[in-house]
């Protein structure tokens, strides 16, 4: 069975700064999705970006970077010039073969002004 | 087109009486996912469904717990005679074929009094 570790259960950064997340993994499996998903006080579940394990280039959308480890199975998120908008909860999830997401226990980002 | 929503936003019912959630997926989307996001178990898979067929129940905590999708579209989950332990949210998400990145709705707060 997978299991996802997010060791740090608070977070905070000043506006415009940057902070990374930490996430790290355990599976036997060679194939698979990593994806980092923000919930705010919405309650919805937005993806905020994905990584395919085969890929050796890491994944980037706007200021959120992942910085992933394989053999390490390690998948930590770093968002760059943060807003007080990325205020959230942010899961870190693996996705294998049997198509369910295992998530780990989230980490609250607070963006202080 | 418009994202995965779900119905009603929020149920309060008594002990022992039945509940239906209902997922309205992202059209198109031929894969559909129910999880369960309680403080004390964090984000738990229940089901999923490929067309109509659920190949994986796995996660359903008890028989009390059933789902169903028809015409591949829509999905309910039922919970008989609820406990205080089913309050919790329930969030849905879909995606084009299983394996693919899944797509959240804003779930269902179920209270259980």
């Known amino acids: 069975a997978q299991t996802v570790t997010q060791s740090q259960p608070e977070m905070s950064v000043q506006e415009a700064e940057t902070v990374t997340l930490s996430c790290t993994y355990d599976?036997?499996?060679?194939?698979?999705?990593l994806f980092w998903y923000k919930q705010p006080p919405s309650r919805q579940m937005i993806l905020v970006i994905r990584?395919?394990?085969?890929?050796?280039q890491n994944a980037t959308e706007n200021r959120f970077s992942v910085n992933f480890q394989k053999a390490a199975k390690s998948f930590s998120l770093k968002i760059s010039d943060s807003q007080l908008g990325d205020t959230a909860m942010y899961f870190c999830a693996f996705g294998g073969s049997n198509y369910k997401l295992t998530f780990g226990k989230g980490t609250l980002l607070t963006v202080n002004p | 087109g418009a994202g995965v929503s779900q119905s009603p936003s929020n149920k309060v019912t008594e002990k022992g009486k039945d509940v239906e959630l209902r997922c309205d997926p992202i059209?198109?989307?031929?894969?559909l996912y129910w999880y369960r996001q309680s403080l004390g178990q964090g984000l738990e898979f229940l089901i999923y469904f490929q067309g109509n067929s659920a190949p994986d129940k796995s996660g359903l905590p008890s028989d009390r717990f059933s789902a169903e999708r028809t015409g591949g579209s829509v999905s309910t989950l039922t919970i008989q005679r609820t406990q205080q332990e089913d309050s919790a949210v329930y969030l849905c998400a879909s995606s084009v074929v299983t394996g693919e990145t899944q797509y959240f709705g804003p779930g269902t707060r179920l209270t259980v009094l």
């Open positions: 599976t036997s499996e060679n194939n698979y999705y």
């Open positions: 059209s198109g989307h031929t894969a």
């Open positions: 990584q395919e394990a085969y890929k050796q």
